[in-house]
């Protein structure tokens, strides 16, 4: 006896459902042909309005309306010809990247105008000079770069060794304890707090044992330590809580103790994490202005004992300057604007060895 199979047709519902996820794919340049075709159409009806009003193109409008018209094609368009699961994720995809542009106009605006403002006062003289008996042009601001890099760098002193310390006791040690529970609080608390006043605070402190009308360097760097705990506390204890209880287990059974496993397992582990967290807050403090009004002061003259009378800023020099502004006052502008492309530049350069020494200490992967 013969057996005959006969073959099964696929249903028609699974086949419409292969042919909907499979059907129909819009071309890689299709979005940018739409963007652009957006954006000509919105230049085209601004260019008309500026025509009749006599007056000229509105760029931000142009931008603004092409944008939103490109969502509405780009959703339409892609729902008919790739379904609509497809129309929805392009509508999301092309919110998320107008509020990344959107985010990056300032940005771009702020750098821009402080390069373009800050290079005209720009020299030798700048780097390698005070404005000790300068008045109107020439001058510099040697000792406002001093002062920034001394106070910062003692304020990172102070609040590193305190900021990690605490973040190791939160996640290795304090885990379900009332006081970590209170110190959780505390420093979440901290992390609003204004800047000035951080400086009020240290300013009353150091009144305390020295008098009032007390300025020192070493005060501003209290001051700015008080800013940048918090910041290394919650930046650190996030990257602790990171790093798998696997490795803590495997150290632990290997008789390891406790100390000698966060020291030599858990922070190598995350010290790609810790390093920008501390850069993080050494860039949120580095620019403040009014907490080394009050504590660390004004000066004209090079400082470089944090202990002994008043300490120059870059920031408080920037401000100094614009504020203070004598003849020729473009003099005086021109030193506030390259005051603030300088400090941009320590900022940035500070990111960039803290990216460095990120890459060096991580761990190694593979073998």
């Known amino acids: 006896m013969t057996l005959t199979s006969t073959p099964v047709e696929p249903t028609s519902g699974l086949t419409r459902e292969h042919l909907s996820l499979t059907s129909g794919r819009l071309p890689k340049w299709a979005p940018w042909a739409i963007l652009g075709v957006s954006i000509g159409l919105s230049l085209i009806a601004f260019g008309v309005l500026a025509v009749v009003e006599s007056n000229t193109i509105n760029v931000a409008g142009v931008a603004v309306v092409g944008a939103l018209l490109y969502l509405v094609l780009i959703t339409v368009i892609s729902s008919l010809v790739e379904g609509r699961r497809k129309g929805v994720d392009r509508l999301v995809t092309g919110v998320v990247s107008a509020a990344f542009l959107i985010a990056m106009v300032p940005l771009v605006s702020v750098a821009w105008t402080v390069v373009a403002n800050g290079v005209a006062g720009i020299s030798a003289e700048f780097f390698t000079s005070s404005m000790r008996n300068v008045v109107g ?20 002193v102070i609040s590193i060794p305190i900021g990690l310390f605490t973040a190791i006791y939160l996640v290795e040690y304090g885990a379900g304890k009332k006081l970590a529970s209170g110190i959780t609080f505390l420093v979440d608390v901290m992390t ?25 360097g070493i005060m501003g760097s ?34 390891v ?30 620019g403040e202005t009014a907490p ?20 120059m800023t870059l920031p408080v020099f920037a401000y100094s300057q614009y504020m203070n502004q004598g003849i020729p006052a473009s003099a005086y502008i021109d030193r506030a604007w390259a005051a603030a492309l300088v400090l941009i530049v320590i900022v940035m350069a500070l990111n960039l060895v803290a990216r460095l020494v990120a890459k060096v200490f991580a761990p190694k992967l593979g073998r």
């Open 192 to 216: 609003g707090i204004p800047s000035i006043v951080a400086g009020l605070f240290a300013y009353a402190l150091f009144a305390l044992f020295f008098g009032p009308g007390i300025r020192m």
């Open 222 to 255: 209290v001051a700015l330590a008080v800013l940048m705990i918090p910041v290394v506390v919650r930046s650190s204890e996030e990257m602790l809580r990171l790093v798998p209880n696997e490795l803590r287990e495997a150290s632990y059974a290997l008789g």
């Open 292 to 311: 080394l009004l009050l504590t660390a002061g004004v000066t004209a003259s090079m400082n470089y004992d944090l202990f002994n009378g008043r300490m």
């Open 137 to 156: 042009e020439g001058g510099g601001a040697l000792h406002a770069i001093v002062g920034t890099l001394l106070i910062t760098l003692a304020a990172a």
């Open 257 to 286: 103790p406790k100390w000698l496993t966060i020291s030599k397992v858990v922070l190598p582990t995350a010290i790609a994490g810790i390093t920008t967290g501390v850069m993080l807050s050494i860039s949120r403090v580095i």
